[in-house]
């Protein structure tokens, strides 16, 4: 069965303390893995794409990488601003849907 | 600007009712997708579309019913028969592969509808 599970679950960081974000997924033929922030009571914002292991992606502080069975989300030196919800979701080469893990809510306090 | 519109953000229903929560777009994206966000729990997803006129059940469809009539527009509607409807809803959409396939580009996301019960 397909399955996406992020670690942790909530995370705290003092501003500038760098940090990563696990994503690990079990699928049957990945299409690709899409990471996206979601602020409170708002629709998650697309961050990245990215299909095959050893891709990197960067924009401002956040960095994604991803190996056969997992991905990172790295934040290098946070502010207050990057405090989110952040998703990770695969998508299934056979049926093309998007499964979503549960989430990690970072907070950086200043 | 282009983007996806969900209306009304905070909705509240009678038991028994039927309601329904609107999801236009203006993007000229072909498919169109409805999910229900619980607490501590990932999206899930309730129904899609592809194309108008045409719509497919996602992994919780039971208790819910939609309609594509026209590209800009996939309204849902929550019935009575869902008997768990307090949740967040968020509406997505993309562009569609040319062969009928899901599109491996990136879903955008409306700024959802909070459901709860009277």
């Known amino acids: 069965e397909d399955q996406v599970t992020q670690s942790p679950e909530a995370l705290r960081l003092q501003e500038g303390e760098s940090s990563s974000l696990n994503c690990s997924y079990t699928v049957s033929g990945l299409r690709g893995l899409f990471w996206y922030r979601q602020d409170p009571g708002k629709g998650p914002e697309f961050l990245f794409t990215?299909?095959?292991a050893g891709e990197e992606k960067e924009k401002e502080r956040l960095k994604a990488t991803l190996t056969k069975k997992e991905s990172f989300l790295h934040i290098t030196a946070p502010k207050p601003e990057d405090s989110a919800t952040y998703l990770c979701a695969v998508q299934d080469r056979g049926t093309g849907k998007l499964i979503f893990g549960q989430g990690t809510t970072l907070q950086v306090k200043p | 600007d282009g983007g996806i519109t969900q209306s009304p953000k905070y909705l509240f229903r009678k038991e028994g009712q039927n309601v329904t929560l609107s999801c236009e777009q203006n993007?000229?994206?072909?498919?169109m997708y409805w999910y229900r966000q619980d607490p501590g729990q990932g999206l899930r997803l309730i129904y899609y579309s592809q194309i108008v006129n045409d719509f497919q059940k996602g992994d919780i469809a039971e208790g819910y019913s939609v309609s594509r009539e026209k590209k800009e527009s996939f309204p849902l509607t929550v019935t009575s028969a869902q008997k768990n409807p307090t949740a967040f809803y968020l509406c997505?959409?993309?562009?569609?592969?040319?062969?009928?396939?899901?599109?491996?580009?990136?879903?955008?996301f409306g700024d959802g509808t909070r459901l709860s019960i009277l």
């Open positions: 990215l299909y095959s």
């Open positions: 993007l000229n994206h072909d498919a």
């Open positions: 997505a959409s993309t562009v569609r592969r040319a062969h009928a396939e899901l599109s491996n580009q990136p879903q955008h």
